[in-house]
């Protein structure tokens, strides 16, 4: 039964989440909740299967237990994992894929985390021959490169950090067995079904780890209880629970944490947009750091190149280390 359960999260691991350095826990969780959203985001124009992003999303949080999160780029984290994901399953995508996507999922043409009053998005140019495409909305050969180089380097320093494993058992197979095997609901199946599905996939964004603090079965058993609920479907009076060897305590607190989602991604949705100045999109590691000085708190970026968007926000490693090359061989030159 090894292959239905999880490793989850010590006391340790989630308490040195909440002290990484001086970063809020509030700007932690919107970095959590914008990073998450922009790996469903992806897996959607990349065609994956939801039980891919949703495996890609557990990596990405186990990642982000024993690694702080503004040690790379938000985005770069988001491609990494989602890479390392769909190369083990069935519907692997290139790196060249994964640069298209990004590229557009961090442009101002997309429509990703823009304000809901806001103008419709700028439309991409009209589509050029390969030879003269434009670079608004294709990444350039140089910034491929540079994310292809960031890609690799952060899949292998993600499999290093949790020990090359990457198993990751999902709740939504075992969700949709408990529903077939219950006959008390007294309503379409189809239709609780759907809003299981919605409670887990929403479950994946919850700052509380859920999906690292409890095994399989109990957040499907709490998906139906909060899918069942919402469709007006009658329950027995029995701990039906029991036989799915779930704990009333531990579904009463899945329970909570699935429902209390909506407004606290409601939340969540209004500090990325003052964190972004209200221009909407993905958030940058430079949006963290000026929202940190605002508040007055200096943070260290940790390792990795700072850029994020199609060029990022600044010199990415290599092209320091360039740059000082040429800076050492012309004093060479001088010296001469």
């Known amino acids: 039964m090894s292959h239905m359960t999880n490793p989850l999260a010590t006391p340790d691991q989630l308490f040195q989440r909440r002290s990484y350095g001086a970063l809020p826990i509030e700007l932690q ?69 994964l640069s298209n996507t990004y590229f557009y999922l961090l442009s101002p043409h997309t429509s990703f985390f823009r304000p809901p009053n806001s103008p419709p998005p700028p439309p991409p140019p009209p589509t050029a021959p390969p030879a003269s495409a434009s670079p608004s909305h294709l990444p350039t050969e140089s910034t491929y490169l540079r994310f292809h180089t960031r890609l ?42 759907r809003t299981t599905i919605q409670y887990l996939n929403a479950a994946l964004l919850s700052p509380q780890m859920l999906y690292l603090t409890h095994q399989p079965n109990a957040l499907a058993v709490a998906a139906v209880y909060n899918a069942a609920r919402d469709v007006g479907a009658k329950m027995p009076e ?43 999109g993905m958030v940058r590691r430079r949006d963290v750091e ?43 030159e001088m010296a001469s």
């Open 238 to 280: 029995c701990e039906w629970w029991e036989v799915f060897d779930v704990e009333r305590e531990e579904l009463g607190f899945l329970v909570v944490g699935m429902r209390s989602l909506v407004g606290w991604g409601a939340q969540m949705r209004r500090e990325l947009d003052e964190m972004t100045g209200g221009k909407g």
């Open 152 to 193: 690799l380097h952060l899949e292998a320093h993600i499999l290093h950090a949790l020990s090359f494993n990457t198993h990751a058992a999902l709740p939504h197979p075992l969700a949709i067995t408990y529903l077939q095997a219950l006959d008390f609901l007294h309503v379409r199946k189809e239709t609780v079904a």
């Open 29 to 97: 969780d919107a970095i959590f909740f914008a990073t998450q959203c922009l790996t469903q985001a992806a897996g959607i124009l990349l065609e994956l299967p939801q039980s891919v992003t949703a495996q890609a999303n557990v990596l990405l949080a186990r990642y982000w237990l024993v690694e702080p999160p503004m040690s790379h780029e938000f985005s770069d984290v988001s491609a990494a994992t989602l890479y390392l994901v769909a190369k083990l399953s069935p519907t692997p995508r290139s790196p060249r894929d």
């Open 290 to 332: 000026a929202e940190l000085g605002r508040r007055g708190i200096r943070v260290g970026n940790g390792e990795g190149d700072g850029g994020g968007g199609p060029e990022g926000s600044g010199l990415d490693a290599e092209e320091e280390m360039a740059r000082r090359m040429d800076e050492k061989m012309a004093e060479v």
